[in-house]
DNA sequence: ATAATAATTGAACAATGTTCATAATATTTA
DNA sequence: TAAATATTATGAACATTGTTCAATTATTAT
């Protein structure tokens, strides 16, 4: 057949990123695969072949929405409440960073999954995405620094923003424990372990 | 045929985990294919599952060679030179990680990729292996902490590596650019950025 | 109506992990 | 030594995977 104007492109593109955002959602990203997209949505494998280059090219538009959707989590005012110092907001948006892996857990994985297009991943539309998970943390960290030093303010961010990851990382993916002794091996850690290092790292900012 | 006793067992497996270690670093870990190993060593895909219970398996055991590699760069007595402050000692050991991402990039990525056995991760000896890492690190921390705190040691040792770990994943996946700005978008990001951790970090324990 | 265009199909291909009856070889027993 | 037994390598088979593409069909233009 051919043309079934059920859908328009658009449409049909929506469709199965959406089928593929509920099968990764259930069964892992390992679980997506093109002929359960296609089964999900009434179509044929080809069909998708129509709309994405490839299994890695969707992927890629999976990964856009998740940092989307992690974007507007660490933007969210409620990290840069005025009427809490930059310890507390910064404490609050690695909570949201940390709760974001744990909640959306499969695509949060597929992010930072290796084995995904390394060709289209430098495209802009893409790298700008990615740029601006920074710039809330920036925003926070401007009371430490002059107008001059916005070098290091950058630098400072994605350096905390790099840390937290590492810390939600190794929990998330369990893969290095977090924990230490028996007890508060739970999700709990990271999330003490950040606030200890924001704690830590602006006082030794402070201090200089 | 059978039993071409060629090889004893404990041969055979290390023949067929060299043989896996070569593909890997040639090809990356994606590259890995029980067949591709059959070819390698001269003989056919069924018999690597009589020594391996599954591919699984198989790349748990070269995450502990992984593993057993990354411990000895860590405990380089290089690392703990009495003649140096705990900070250059931590530097060099940040450095020493950074450097192990990149010479053994396929391994150390395999390390950390997800999709790998969730089943016997746990198993004791490889959460052995996983455990001491942390060691040589914590070492460093001893001045910084009383006898009484070992607790606090070990959560800021495990919290610091997790640091360096994280800037050392975002600089090596190249998902999220480090870099900021035009120039330093090299391999020196990680480097700078762990010094200005440790430095700042130590700074804010010693004025708490 | 007829022709042109575009989209959907589904069969095909190569490659994957994994299983298992079979064949071939050691080892043990008689 | 000969026969019985235990072990192990084999390679064909199965179910999946991503991906391609000629054939088919529905829509649009003439």
Redesign the interface.
């Given at each position: 057949m051919a043309r079934r104007s059920d859908h328009t492109r658009e449409e049909l593109e929506k469709l199965i990123l959406d089928a593929a955002w509920a099968i990764i959602g259930t069964d892992g990203y390992?679980g997506l695969t093109a002929r359960g997209i296609a089964k999900h949505i009434g179509y044929t494998p080809g069909t998708i072949y129509n709309l994405f280059a490839s299994m890695d090219d969707l992927s890629l538009h999976i990964n856009a929405r998740t940092l989307d959707l992690l974007y507007d989590v660490l933007a969210d005012p409620a990290c840069n409440d005025p009427k809490k110092s930059p310890a507390q907001n910064m404490k609050r948006m690695a909570r949201h960073y940390i709760r974001f892996a744990q909640e959306y857990r499969p695509y949060w994985?597929m992010?930072?999954?290796?084995?995904l297009p390394e060709g289209r991943?430098d495209d802009p539309w893409y790298?700008q995405k990615?740029?601006r998970?920074f710039s809330p943390l920036e925003t926070l960290l401007c009371p430490y620094f002059s107008p001059r030093q916005d070098?290091q303010r950058?630098?400072?961010a994605?350096?905390l923003w790099?840390?937290?990851?590492?810390?939600c990382?190794?929990q998330e993916?369990?893969?290095?424990?977090?924990a230490?002794?028996k007890k508060n091996g739970g999700k709990a850690a990271a999330d003490?372990?950040a606030d200890?290092?924001i704690?830590?790292?602006?006082?030794?900012?402070k201090?200089?």
């Open positions: 390992n994985l992010l930072f999954s290796y084995s991943r790298q990615i740029d998970l070098g950058q630098k400072t994605r350096l790099a840390s937290v990851h590492g810390l990382f190794l993916t369990g893969k290095i424990a977090l230490y002794g003490s372990m200890m290092l704690d830590t790292f602006l006082n030794g900012i201090s200089r």
